[in-house]
């Protein structure tokens, strides 16, 4: 196991709701990845946190948000949800000054109707 | 074309058959490259990273050729258990990693 939480397991919506996606990282991690997996695709990068402050950030609109705590725990908030939001939400931890492998939660799947 | 490009598969072999996959990326500037597994609606999990002299692990083996701008996995005497999608993953830049499309293996008895 990678010591990457993430809460809740399974969540369903209805379009225009907002929702927010919880992640811990692994203990000593101070680095947080958020993806989107697609059915049948690769993860696509959302946003990467790193000492609280947003790192970077992949082609996601503004309605997609986070956040990262002082304990390195991490929210992705998506407001107005839409049909094609239906995913796997999955956060990465890694150690920024130690290589850069990440190391994934069991993820959150986005259902929305 | 796409970032990081992959065969998606399926590639069905028999147990104890050698099995081969190609990665491809655009950014020749990509810095890290790595191979994850996922199971069926798991996540991934990291199983090598990928350096220019190549690595082994065990049964696995990965190659990166940079001039050609891919790399390779290797899986040797398949089991059954190795059925699975391999993610390929390029780091461009300090926090882009790009992740392929995924290969589906499956190891028939």
């Known amino acids: 196991e990678t010591g990457v939480t993430q809460s809740p397991t399974h969540l369903i919506k209805t379009r225009g709701q907002q929702v927010t996606l919880r992640c811990s990282s692994q203990?000593?991690?101070?680095?947080v990845s958020w993806y989107q997996q697609a059915l049948g695709q690769g993860p696509q990068f959302i946003f990467q946190?790193?000492?609280?402050?947003?790192?970077g950030r992949g082609n996601f609109p503004p309605r997609f948000s986070g956040l990262q705590f002082p304990n390195y725990s991490s929210e992705l908030n998506v407001n107005a949800l839409e049909l094609d939001d239906s995913a796997l939400y999955l956060c990465?931890?890694?150690?920024?000054?130690?290589?850069?492998?990440?190391?994934f939660g069991p993820g959150t799947r986005l259902t929305v109707l | 074309r796409k970032e990081v490009e992959q065969d998606p598969g399926p590639f069905n072999v028999p147990e104890g058959a050698t099995v081969a996959f190609n990665c491809t990326y655009s950014n020749s500037a990509s810095q890290s490259f790595f191979w994850y597994r996922q199971d069926c609606r798991k996540e991934p999990k990291l199983l090598m990273s990928v350096y220019s002299s190549g690595n082994e692990d065990g049964r696995f083996t990965a190659q990166l050729n940079r001039a050609s701008q891919y790399i390779s996995l290797l899986i040797r005497d398949s089991k059954l258990s190795d059925s699975a999608t391999y993610l390929c993953?390029?780091?461009?830049?300090?926090?882009?990693?790009?992740f392929g499309t995924g290969t589906r293996l499956k190891v028939l008895a």
């Open positions: 990465a931890s890694s150690l920024a000054d130690r290589g850069d492998t990440q190391y």
């Open positions: 203990s000593g991690h101070n680095t």
């Open positions: 993953v390029v780091r461009s830049g300090t926090y882009k990693y790009i």
């Open positions: 946190y790193y000492r609280e402050e947003e790192n």
